[in-house]
């Protein structure tokens, strides 16, 4: 799993390839934890993930309630139709505003 993290403006944009299971979803959360607490807005580009675990939807979850405490958002880019499928059967979906590019989730943050 690779994880590039960048601040723009008041908005945290984070990319992550690979997959978030658990071997991989502590790392992921020591990375970003500290990163979104910069921003009250993130980014999370998902659109490199093939597969993510339930250990991966808790982290997602954790970035969710640690910006939603601070009245932002947290908009997910590209995820699959697999991942799209798990979240939704999970509930998880509801949480998060999806967009199909991150230009498209940075005019979110814009209007």
């Keep these: 799993m690779e994880v590039t993290l960048k601040l723009e403006a008041n908005l945290v944009i984070i990319t992550i390839e690979g997959s978030i299971d658990g071997n991989t979803s502590g790392e992921l959360q020591m990375q970003i934890m500290g990163k979104i607490s ?50 939704s ?14 230009e498209d989730a940075q005019n979110i943050f814009k209007s």
Excluded: C, H, P
Excluded at 45 to 51: A, W
Excluded at 59 to 68: A, G, S, T
Excluded at 89 to 102: K, L, P, R, V
């Design 38 to 87: 910069e921003s009250d807005n993130v980014i999370l580009d998902l659109s490199k993930v093939d597969f993510i675990s339930s250990a991966g939807l808790r982290v997602l979850l954790m970035v969710y309630r640690q910006i939603k405490v601070k009245n932002g958002k947290v908009v997910l880019v590209g995820i699959s139709e697999e991942i799209k499928d798990v979240m």
């Design 89 to 102: 059967m999970t509930g998880f979906i509801n949480y998060f505003q999806i967009t199909d590019s991150i």
